[in-house]
């Protein structure tokens, strides 16, 4: 069972450049979320969604763009790279929610150069 | 912001003794969630609690959560070198948050052998 996977693991962009972060997950979850996690501050949300074409903002939404048009694949992209946006980011799916345990990816290591 | 704040941010602890991370919102929670992050890895979850005064044991950990389901702790016993790592504790501030998490900035734990 592969539970929830990201693409690329690392990634260096240059300021300006546009990238998705690719996120799919095999459980059949409902929920799925993009954090991003940076030292010292734990982790942020991004953006969610709670089902395919129902997606809303976290706390952190600025510089990217999703969209949910299977329940299996939640992609985040980046419209124009910044260096304040490198960080290491992080997918979640949640089964329902009542269940409330997260399942995370294993994450994607951004530079903005 | 974060709405909820761990302490201490870093904890250095020798192999066997015992320690406690806690875990303080500003406002009552739904229910609160523990994940444990190993170096260089993903967050994994840990446990949730929601009752007012929940205590819940995994072997050599300890979670509480207060009576005003305002706080929640994570005490270990008899600390060993593979509880290294970040643990982080999750705010849901209500049922309707639909797995809206918040999470702390994380208490980043070293074992010193």
């Known amino acids: 069972n592969a539970g929830v996977t990201q693409t690329p693991k690392f990634q260096v962009l240059k300021t300006g450049q546009s990238m998705t972060l690719q996120c799919a997950q095999d459980m059949n979850h409902e929920y799925m979320s993009w954090y991003r996690q940076d030292p010292g501050m734990g982790l942020r949300l991004i953006h969610y969604s709670v089902g395919a074409g129902i997606t809303d903002q976290g706390e952190v939404p600025n510089g990217y763009n999703v969209s949910r048009s299977t329940t299996e694949d939640f992609p985040l992209r980046l419209l124009s790279a910044a260096p304040s946006q490198t960080s290491v980011y992080f997918c979640?799916?949640?089964?329902?929610?009542?269940?409330?345990?997260?399942?995370f990816g294993e994450g994607s290591r951004l530079t903005v150069l | 912001g974060q709405q909820v704040m761990q302490i201490p941010q870093y904890q250095h602890v020798q192999e066997g003794e015992d320690f406690t991370t806690y875990c303080n919102s500003s406002?009552?929670?739904?229910?609160i969630q523990w994940y444990k992050q190993r170096p260089g890895g993903h967050p994994v979850f840990l446990i949730q609690?929601?009752?007012?005064?929940e205590v819940k044991k995994q072997k050599r950990l300890t979670f509480q959560f207060g009576e005003a389901k305002k706080n929640s702790s994570l005490h270990i016993t008899a600390t060993q070198t593979t509880d290294v790592g970040t643990y982080f504790c999750?705010?849901?501030?209500?049922?309707?948050?639909?797995?809206?998490?918040?999470f702390g900035a994380g208490t980043q734990v070293v074992v010193t052998p």
């Open positions: 406002t009552t929670l739904s229910n």
């Open positions: 999750a705010e849901v501030l209500t049922t309707d948050s639909w797995g809206k998490l918040q």
């Open positions: 979640a799916s949640l089964s329902d929610r009542w269940a409330g345990e997260l399942f």
């Open positions: 609690l929601v009752k007012s005064g």
